[in-house]
């Protein structure tokens, strides 16, 4: 069993920069896949990016592509999300989730294990 825990969310201005750190306790894998997700109030959770423990695939979401990046540290067993260029949109909750098995995936559903999540608020 994995247990993700979020940290790094705070205000940050528009055009401003953040990283957020998951570190994830318990047994993790080589295979598995961990991923950021977000949620705002009233709407469906939103993947964001994901990755491979061996850091060697890496997924995103369109509206993050460019601006986002995902990465994983197996001595630490922490991943991280660099995120630049922040926009007011990017506002809100964001999860670290833990697949449980292989396979990259783009769903809240496909994931097991889940953090309480960290919020970010960009300011315009």
């Known amino acids: 069993q994995v247990q993700p825990a979020e940290s790094g969310g705070g205000l940050v201005q528009a055009g401003g920069s953040l990283s957020l750190t998951c570190a994830a306790s318990?047994?993790?894998?080589?295979?598995?896949?961990m991923a950021w997700f977000r949620q705002t109030p009233g709407k469906e959770r939103e993947f964001v990016a994901a990755?491979?423990?061996?850091?060697?695939?890496?997924y995103y979401s369109d509206s993050v592509k460019g601006r986002f990046t995902i990465s994983a540290d197996t001595a630490k067993n922490a991943v991280y999300l660099q995120m630049n260029s922040l926009k007011p949109e990017d506002t809100a909750k964001y999860y670290c989730?833990?697949?449980?098995?292989?396979?990259?995936?783009?769903?809240?559903?496909?994931?097991?294990?889940w953090g309480q999540g960290t919020q970010v608020t960009v300011s315009s």
């Open positions: 989730a833990a697949r449980g098995t292989y396979g990259l995936g783009t769903t809240p559903g496909q994931y097991r294990y």
């Open positions: 318990g047994r993790t894998f080589s295979g598995d896949v």
């Open positions: 990755v491979t423990w061996g850091g060697t695939r890496t």
